[in-house]
Structures are given as structure tokens and as C-alpha cells.
């Protein structure tokens, strides 16, 4: 069944990363462009919440990695820990009151309870139910047998807070991008909700934030399916509204397999490392699993959001393909200016600050836009010899020749250059691949007439005759 939109309902769209990695991965960026998209689409407000309740796998730096990041693609929160908002805190470690209070309505109300058992007893339990290949799940021990709670409670006994999931129920999941999907609830786990240290679990804390903060669609990846029927429960035990579920697919590697840093360059910052620009990045994800209308493949993320249909979502995990996205990323930087060019190249490397602001050196953007897959491209293309290669005598034969043919040219420009190249090519059974190396010490890089007309027919005789030397 298609889920309906409700068009006069406030739309709120969030991600909640957790800061537990280097940086936000790729697939959670994909993700923050859906939301983003689809908040701006229907003139709503896109939130960033940081979910830090899982206090052991904290990395220290990592939330303002993530928020850095997420700015830097351009991506714009409305509301976050940074700018903050009408709901702050947006920082769940801040929120632990909160958590707390529903918990124990959750509890007077019958739909939780304390649960004192050790890891030891519940280690056991799983085991027995994996012989007997029965569903792993808690058995309620502690529902059924502790009336004393309060007492334990005074007594500093460990505990946590489960969800008391009923027997014999079905839970129907109406998602915008999948349809319909049943749960029964005898498969389902009494979640904890509340852990020993106090601090929620994903699933609590996931549900009242969404609602108190008015998240009216819940844009998620696929791998939260099957936590959504818990997550109806508790929304249906503390009696809100439940707000519009869509789980998008998740990215995977050319072999199907999930997308991770085993086979892929998954943090998203190492794309802006290594040259990628931003705005190709964004353009690549959003055609992960969504075509454009019009068949485009090259489109801004302003076109992006006002075109975009949240059930245009196809389910089926989408290729991320790095070589595809280095042709979008090349197609990006042909189409800029060269002033553009020189401006994202210094923000990208300061260094190059003094060699782009001699006018006499701007032939080279020219030169290197047909080339360049990403920034990081340009360094290369224009820097001295890199390669190691040893000369055969025969080979420097040819090159002391190549040097009196050069030193003959009366007027070194490009049209004369390549024409010599050409004739020499020819005459000493040359490969112009070999040329190249010759020339520039490289196998590949810059247009070579063009290069060596910009370097100059000094510079180019002194770098030939040291490999004669």
C-alpha cells in the first residue's frame, strides 16, 4: 500500500549520527541529503541530532568531525547541537532526564519493567534457545518472578529497563518507500530501553526525541526495519501519534556486498581530501536508488529537492561505483570558469596560492581541466618528474638527438613543438607514450606541446640533458 502524505502536517526531516567513527560515513551523508532534500521540497526544517548514549565507542573529536563535515558538503542544518533550536538540547547525553521520566511511565503503565539478571544468566538463556533453535529473546524472568524491585532498587542492584512486548500481536509497518510489512510480535525481543549505566538504548531515546522534537517522517536506511516494530510500540504505549516511516536502501560495493571500509573509502571527508568536489559528491548520492524526472544525470541539490519524490525511492541497494563518481567529479570541473577553478584549487591547497597568481601560469588550468578527475589531480599533472626510470644507453642516444632537433627550433610555440614531435616520433621509431616520458619525466599528465610551450624551451633542453648526464 502507498502511505499518504498528510500536506498540512509541519515537515521535520533529522539525522542522528553517532559519534563513534572517524566521521560521518558516506552512507549516513546519502542519507542527510534525503532528509534534506525532502525537508526543503515541502518548505520544512531538516534537524541534526547527535545520538551519544554509547558511552564505550565514543572517538573523541568525532561529533565535531561530523557536524564540520556535513557543513562542508553544504548541507545546512536548521536545527543541531552548533545552532540549536526551539527542542535543544540536540545532544542526547544532555537528555538523560528525559529518557528517564518516559521510561518510568513506560513502567507504570505496564508496557516495561526492571529486569536485574546477570549477563551470566542471560548468556545461558540464549545458548539453551539456540540448541533448542528457538527465537533468541528474553524469557521475562524478572516480570514475572520480582516483586521487590524497589528494595533491589535501594540496594544498588544492577539493573536495566525492558520493553514488555505482548504475545500474539501484529505490527504493521506502512513505510512510504516498501509498503506494507507485517511483524509478529512472538519474534520480537523485550528490548532494553534503560542500560546499567543509565543511558538509553537507540531505541528509547530514538522515539522520544523524534517526538518531542515533532519529527514528522522518520528517513532512515534500510538495516532499522526491523527495529521499527519495537519503536511502534513504544510510540503506541506512551499514546503519540506515530509519525511517517521511510527506509531508503543501503549503499553497496560493485560486488553487492554492504559498503564498508574494507572494500571502500566509506568517511566522508576522505572525498573532500582527496579532491572531490562537494557538489558532484551530492549529485552522485542522489542517484543512489532515485532518477531524475528528466533522465539528467548532472544537477544541482537545489534541483535536486525541488524535484525529488521520497517514494521515487527505489529499495534495492544501489552500486556505489568510485569510477563513476570520479568521471561526475571530472564532468564538475570541466564546467567551472578558470577563475572558479583557481579559487577551488587554493581552497583546496594553499600552496598553490603563489603559482595560480602569476597570470603567466593560469594556461595551465586551461591545460589541466581536460585532464583532472579531482582536485588533487592538478598538483600532479603540473609537478616536476615523479617516476623513476632508468635510461638504456640506447635510449639516451635518441635524447641527444631529440636535444639538437629542439635546440634548431627558431619559435617555440605549441603548433611547431608538436610538429617536431611527430616528425621524431617517426623517424627514430619512437612511441609518443615514450615521448612523453622523455620530456617530462612523467607517463602522463598536461598536453604536451602545450606544457612544454609554457615551460619554455630552456627549461625543457635542462631537464632532457640531465638524463644524459
Not at 545532544?91 to 519493567?113: C, D, F, M, T
Amino acid at each position: 500500500m502507498q502511505v499518504e502524505m498528510d500536506l498540512n502536517k509541519n515537515f521535520r526531516t533529522r539525522i542522528a549520527p553517532s559519534p563513534t567513527g572517524e566521521d560521518i560515513h558516506i552512507g549516513n551523508l546519502y542519507t542527510a541529503l534525503i532528509n534534506w532534500a525532502f525537508a526543503k521540497k515541502n518548505n520544512g526544517k531538516f534537524i541534526i541530532r547527535i545520538e551519544d548514549t554509547d558511552r564505550e565507542r565514543l572517538v573523541n573529536g568525532s561529533e565535531e568531525r561530523i557536524l564540520e563535515t556535513i557543513q562542508n558538503f553544504g548541507i545546512i542544518p536548521d536545527e543541531s547541537p552548533k545552532i540549536g533550536g526551539k527542542y535543544a538540547p540536540y545532544r542526547q547525553s544532555e537528555r538523560i532526564e528525559i529518557y528517564k521520566k518516559y521510561a518510568e511511565e513506560l513502567i507504570e503503565k505496564g508496557h516495561a519493567y526492571y529486569c536485574f539478571c546477570t549477563k551470566e544468566r542471560i548468556d545461558e538463556i540464549r545458548k539453551e534457545q539456540v540448541l533448542k533453535k528457538e527465537v533468541s529473546r528474553y524469557d521475562k524472568y524478572c516480570l514475572i518472578n520480582i516483586n521487590d524491585f524497589s528494595k533491589r532498587i535501594e540496594k544498588n542492584e544492577k539493573y536495566v529497563i525492558r520493553l514488555n512486548v505482548a504475545s500474539g500481536r501484529e505490527i504493521i509497518l506502512n513505510d512510504v518507500i516498501r509498503g506494507e510489512i507485517k511483524f509478529q510480535s512472538d519474534l520480537l525481543d523485550d528490548q532494553i530501553l534503560i542500560k546499567s549505566d543509565g543511558y538509553p538504548t537507540y531505541h528509547m531515546a530514538v522515539v522520544i526525541d523524534d517526538h518531542l522534537m515533532k519529527i514528522s517522517h522518520v528517513i532512515r536506511a534500510e538495516e532499522w526495519i526491523s527495529s521499527t516494530p519495537k519503536h511502534i510500540l513504544i510510540y503506541e504505549a506512551l499514546g503519540w501519534e506515530l509519525p511517517i516511516f521511510a527506509h531508503g536502501p543501503i549503499l553497496r560495493n560493485p560486488d553487492r556486498s554492504k559498503l564498508s571500509k574494507r572494500k571502500n573509502p566509506v568517511w566522508s571527508s576522505w572525498y573532500l581530501d582527496e579532491g572531490y568536489l562537494p557538489e558532484a559528491v551530492l549529485n552522485y548520492l542522489a542517484l543512489m536508488g532515485w532518477s531524475h524526472p528528466e533522465d539528467k544525470e548532472i544537477f544541482s541539490i537545489d534541483e535536486y529537492s525541488n524535484v525529488f519524490e521520497l517514494k521515487d525511492i527505489k529499495p534495492v541497494g544501489p552500486i556505489f561505483d568510485i569510477n563513476k563518481l570520479k568521471w561526475m567529479n571530472s564532468e564538475y570541473i570541466r564546467a567551472l570558469s578558470e577563475d572558479e577553478l583557481k579559487k577551488k584549487l587554493i581552497h583546496y591547497d594553499k600552496s598553490l596560492s603563489t603559482l595560480l597568481d602569476d597570470k603567466n601560469n593560469l594556461i595551465l588550468l586551461t591545460l589541466a581541466k581536460l585532464r583532472m578527475r579531482t582536485l588533487k589531480d592538478f598538483k600532479i599533472l603540473i609537478s616536476d618528474p615523479q617516476e623513476i626510470y632508468i635510461y638504456s644507453e640506447e635510449e639516451k642516444k635518441i635524447i641527444e638527438i631529440l636535444i639538437d632537433k629542439i635546440i634548431a627550433i627558431k619559435v617555440w610555440e605549441k603548433e611547431k613543438i608538436l610538429d617536431l614531435l611527430k616528425k621524431f616520433s617517426i623517424e627514430q621509431n619512437v612511441s609518443m607514450k615514450m615521448m612523453y616520458l622523455f620530456l617530462t619525466g612523467n607517463s602522463k599528465g598536461l598536453p604536451l606541446p602545450e606544457m612544454l610551450e609554457w615551460r619554455g624551451k630552456d627549461i625543457t633542453l635542462s631537464n632532457l640533458k640531465k638524463i644524459i648526464i
